[in-house]
């Protein structure tokens, strides 16, 4: 076997970034760290689950037994140790601040009007798309929620820069342009005029997104459905969301984890997305990639490594709470053996929190444990943007 250049150049890369040098790597073990970022198993399959995404429950057992571990960020230290890898001599340390894992915090902006009459109305006109039995859970759901007059209250955006803030921590907010081209029942509709509760005030949703950014929290593109394969949609929506904060918007996740491997990188390079976090799982805490630490996304059609960085997403919410159906307590604790194991490496990780929740919620409970016990592991805890900053840095 002889890899080709191309790929082992980019895979060299990627370990340069972490910090190593080829000290006699096989093809083998090229090849094995480069169908991991490239996607390989990705490409076996067109299903997707739930027709979101491609899960690891598709992967052949090789691939399957090892998910929930960072098999290639393991892979790196074992062939240090045998010699196989050096160390780059730097004088820059692995993490800002001497910190010793990094901790990406992001969080996808589904709702910002909870469950009130507003979001109700929203949502009608495109629910004459969605199949008969979610227009069933709706009309469920808006039934429960009208006698429930307690929940039409909404859930404060600000709860979750207090919680970072504490721990100086930064975090990336995923925002929906306020219009679609070809909006998909699944989608959010709010528009930047529409008032959310921001630190306990009635704030129009375009000030709060102005104002997140301003303190220097990261605010990026939270693609639609069906933009995740289609560079005019994402531009249109990129522009949106640009024109309202008055910068270029560099950070994207698609709604749903929404991802084809065989052109979503090439889709979201060709309108200048520089950081995508799409590649994680919506049911199971995996490491999709075989890795927590940032790579450039790989072009399969053309064979060549692109302008993207991919962060892949490790954890969410939705994963452990409502698929794995952990309490508070079972989610923290998964969590804080997650992050030892990522500490002990030096490596990185990303976590999704939506934005749902209010204060009391055992949800946003779990979410201020994490931070803290990530504080406590030694944690940067950052957003896309500033992770991008930093890696690109890196061989420079
Ligand atoms: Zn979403
Ligand atoms: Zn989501």
Not at 241 to 261: A, G, W, Y
Not at 348 to 377: G, P, R, S, V
Not at 379 to 389: F, K, P, T, V, Y
Request: contains cysteine.
């Amino acid at each position: 076997m002889n890899v080709e250049k191309s790929k082992k150049e980019y895979v060299l890369d990627f370990l340069a970034r972490i910090g190593f040098k080829d000290n006699g790597l096989s093809d083998k073990t090229i090849e094995f760290i480069f169908s991991y970022l490239a996607g390989i198993e990705e490409l076996k399959t067109n299903r997707k689950y739930n027709d979101h995404n491609w899960e690891m429950n598709y992967a052949s057992f090789d691939i399957k037994k090892n998910r929930y571990i960072p098999v290639i960020d393991y892979k790196i230290f074992n062939l240090y140790h045998k010699g196989l890898l050096k160390k780059i001599d730097r004088k820059e340390n692995m993490w800002p601040q001497k910190k010793k894992f990094a901790l990406c915090i992001t969080h996808d902006i589904d709702h910002l009007f909870g469950k009130s009459f507003l979001y109700y109305r929203k949502m009608i006109p495109h629910f004459n798309k969605a199949p008969i039995k979610n227009k069933l859970l709706f009309l469920g759901s808006f039934i429960k929620n009208s006698l429930n007059i307690k929940k039409k209250s909404i859930p404060d955006l600000g709860i979750w820069l207090k919680a970072e803030e504490k721990h100086n921590f930064k975090s990336s907010f995923l925002f929906f342009s306020d219009k679609l081209i070809e909006p998909s029942w699944e989608d959010s509709f709010y528009k930047y005029t529409d008032k959310t509760i921001f630190e306990g005030q009635k704030v129009e949703i375009g000030c709060v997104i102005k104002e997140i950014f301003k303190r220097g929290w990261d605010v990026g593109l939270h693609g639609s459905c069906k933009s995740y394969c289609n560079s005019q949609y994402l531009k249109y929506e990129k522009k949106r969301l640009e024109n309202l904060i008055d910068c270029e918007i560099k950070t994207i996740r698609q709604h749903h984890l929404m991802f084809d491997i065989r052109d979503t990188p090439q889709c979201q390079n060709a309108v200048n997305f520089k950081v995508d976090s799409t590649r994680g799982s919506n049911i199971s805490p995996d490491f999709r990639c075989g890795t927590g630490f940032p790579f450039y996304q790989y072009d399969l059609n053309n064979e060549k490594s692109l302008d993207i960085l991919q962060i892949p997403l490790v954890i969410q919410d939705n994963a452990l709470f409502r698929h794995e159906k952990l309490n508070k307590e079972q989610v923290v604790n998964y969590v804080s053996e997650v992050m030892e194991m990522v500490a002990d490496i030096n490596g990185c990780m990303t976590i999704l929190w939506h934005n749902n929740y209010y204060k009391n919620d055992k949800e946003f409970q779990a979410f201020e444990e994490i931070l803290n016990k990530a504080d406590k592991l030694g944690a940067w805890g950052c957003s896309l943007r500033e992770l991008n900053d930093w890696w690109r840095r890196k061989r420079n």
